[in-house]
């Protein structure tokens, strides 16, 4: 690792100073962006001897890492945070440090397919965050064990993480409830509970737009729509996404792939096969771009540039 990682021998009379919130600069579209302004602010974080802020900074650093999926450089950052929290002369303060740690540590070991590992971290997570009332950081680590676990047993963390945003006096632990919302329709939708599925979904539209959240708004309109053709309501689906799809021509959305492809899929049901082509070709061309999808769903790709001739 570079030297903008190396965090000891900070000095112990250095008058720490005002950082800017951590989460404030994240763009989760561009993590490499994000990477590049939490390593410009290590130097000073270091001379500061801010041990709870880089015990954060150095966790969420290591999530840029993850979204790129270069997973072993997450685990090294994710060390050098670990030595960070357990050296810290003051581990009263590291509270918030320590949760995030094992939150970003799990979704490093999520992403990379290591679920039981990710789980233990995500309830050391849970455990420490809702024994010193960090509502939103527990609500996280909930949300991340239900998205983990299989069966059953995922429902049931996605319903105690959204009885504990409903019931939280904290602000921030109430913005979990759009997201929520949206995880727990996509469990329904997941097996074959259309109709649970769609009330879930509407809910998390309604809050979207309660928000004023103009790409959360779009994505539940396209998730609503997706229902739709689950639900074999195919007229209905298609009208929701040439919506969706008019406010990309129009610009008020960007180009997404997840929309051309629904278009598509509806048109192929429709038997519209000369139609669909050009949607599949411009889905193929976006999605394939996603370093995910490249990695986990090779066989959606290939049926999408299959479908485009």
């Given at each position: 690792?570079?030297?903008?990682?190396?965090?000891?021998?900070?000095?112990?009379?250095?008058?720490?100073?005002?950082?800017?919130?951590?989460?404030?600069?994240?763009?989760?579209?561009?993590?490499?962006?994000?990477?590049?302004?939490?390593?410009?602010?290590?130097?000073?974080?270091?001379?500061?001897?801010?041990?709870?802020?880089?015990?954060?900074?150095?966790?969420?650093?290591?999530?840029?890492?993850?979204?790129?999926?270069?997973?072993?450089?997450?685990?090294?950052?994710?060390?050098?945070?670990?030595?960070?929290?357990?050296?810290?002369?003051?581990?009263?303060?590291?509270?918030?440090?320590?949760?995030?740690?094992?939150?970003?540590?799990?979704?490093?070991?999520?992403?990379?397919?290591?679920?039981?590992?990710?789980?233990?971290?995500?309830?050391?997570?849970?455990?420490?965050?809702e024994k010193d009332g960090l509502d939103s950081y527990a609500i996280d680590?909930?949300?991340?064990?239900?998205?983990?676990?299989?069966?059953?047993?995922?429902?049931?963390?996605?319903?105690?993480?959204?009885?504990?945003?409903?019931?939280?006096?904290?602000?921030?632990?109430?913005?979990?409830?759009?997201?929520?919302?949206?995880?727990?329709?996509?469990?329904?939708?997941?097996?074959?509970?259309?109709?649970?599925?769609?009330?879930?979904?509407?809910?998390?539209?309604?809050?979207?737009?309660?928000?004023?959240?103009?790409?959360?708004?779009?994505?539940a309109h396209w998730t609503i729509g997706h229902n739709y053709r689950s639900?074999?309501?195919?007229?209905?689906?298609?009208?929701?996404?040439?919506?969706?799809?008019?406010?990309?021509?129009?610009?008020?959305?960007?180009?997404?792939?997840?929309?051309?492809?629904?278009?598509?899929?509806?048109?192929?049901?429709?038997?519209?096969?000369?139609?669909?082509?050009?949607?599949?070709?411009?889905?193929?061309?976006?999605?394939?771009?996603?370093?995910?999808?490249?990695?986990?769903?090779?066989?959606?790709?290939?049926?999408?540039?299959?479908?485009?001739?």
């Amino acid at each position: 690792m570079g030297s903008y990682l190396y965090f000891c021998g900070m000095s112990e009379e250095k008058k720490q100073e005002e950082f800017p919130v951590i989460d404030s600069l994240w763009n989760y579209s561009d993590p490499k962006e994000t990477a590049e302004k939490f390593r410009a602010l290590i130097p000073a974080v270091k001379e500061a001897n801010d041990s709870p802020y880089l015990g954060e900074l150095l966790g969420q650093l290591a999530r840029t890492q993850s979204l790129q999926m270069n997973f072993v450089e997450a685990h090294v950052i994710l060390d050098m945070a670990e030595r960070v929290i357990a050296e810290s002369a003051k581990p009263e303060e590291m509270t918030r440090a320590k949760v995030r740690y094992h939150l970003e540590r799990g979704r490093t070991y999520n992403s990379s397919n290591e679920k039981l590992e990710a789980m233990a971290q995500f309830k050391f997570a849970y455990e420490i965050a809702e024994k010193d009332g960090l509502d939103s950081y527990a609500i996280d680590a909930l949300h991340m064990l239900a998205i983990a676990e299989e069966g059953d047993a995922q429902m049931e963390w996605h319903l105690k993480a959204l009885a504990m945003a409903e019931n939280s006096k904290d602000e921030k632990a109430r913005k979990w409830l759009g997201p929520l919302y949206n995880n727990i329709g996509w469990t329904y939708h997941d097996i074959g509970q259309y109709d649970e599925a769609m009330e879930v979904f509407q809910k998390s539209l309604a809050w979207r737009q309660e928000q004023k959240d103009a790409k959360g708004t779009f994505i539940a309109h396209w998730t609503i729509g997706h229902n739709y053709r689950s639900l074999n309501d195919i007229d209905k689906a298609l009208e929701i996404q040439m919506q969706l799809l008019s406010e990309i021509n129009e610009g008020e959305a960007d180009p997404d792939g997840h929309v051309y492809e629904e278009i598509g899929e509806c048109l192929l049901i429709k038997e519209q096969t000369d139609e669909a082509k050009p949607y599949f070709q411009q889905a193929y061309d976006l999605l394939s771009q996603d370093k995910w999808i490249e990695t986990n769903e090779q066989g959606r790709l290939e049926r999408l540039k299959s479908l485009a001739k």
